[in-house]
């Protein structure tokens, strides 16, 4: 993947609630930090700019992170580049001791992570995880 460029061009240092790119929107609290993907699809252009944002982000916060949670829930199809984009993230979470957790899948996409094995990379949950509130 390439490095995080700031696509639509938001100044990061003013924005309030946190979203570094069209496709996700990050937060991080008590060392998670939460990527709420933007659906309905993530294909190859969406997946670039997810894997860019978020390796980025995962970076930028290092040892503090402690868990990734990537939801899901607005997100209705994934293409093979989105599913290389959740290992990917999860491999740079993992760099830094991080576990990665994946909620909000449809039956249908859960059904896609278990046929693809992925599951066994994943905590998948069926339900969000009480997170609190974003900083």
Avoid: W
Wanted: charged share 20%.
């Amino acid at each position: 993947m390439t490095d995080y460029t700031n696509m639509n061009r938001i100044n990061v240092s003013n924005n309030v609630d946190g979203r570094r790119s069209l496709f996700v929107d990050v937060s991080f609290s008590d060392g998670t930090l939460k990527a709420c993907l933007v659906g309905p699809r993530i294909g190859e252009r969406e997946a670039t700019v997810v894997a860019n944002a978020l390796n980025a982000q995962i970076k930028q916060y290092d040892n503090k992170v402690t868990s990734l949670v990537l939801d899901f829930s607005a997100v209705q199809f994934i293409s093979s580049l989105g599913l290389g984009m959740c290992i990917d993230v999860r491999n740079t979470a993992e760099q830094c001791n991080a576990k990665t957790v994946i909620v909000g899948l449809t039956n249908h996409l859960k059904e896609l992570f278990e046929m693809m094995r992925l599951d066994r990379l994943f905590k998948i949950e069926s339900v969000k995880p009480n997170l609190g509130t974003a900083a």
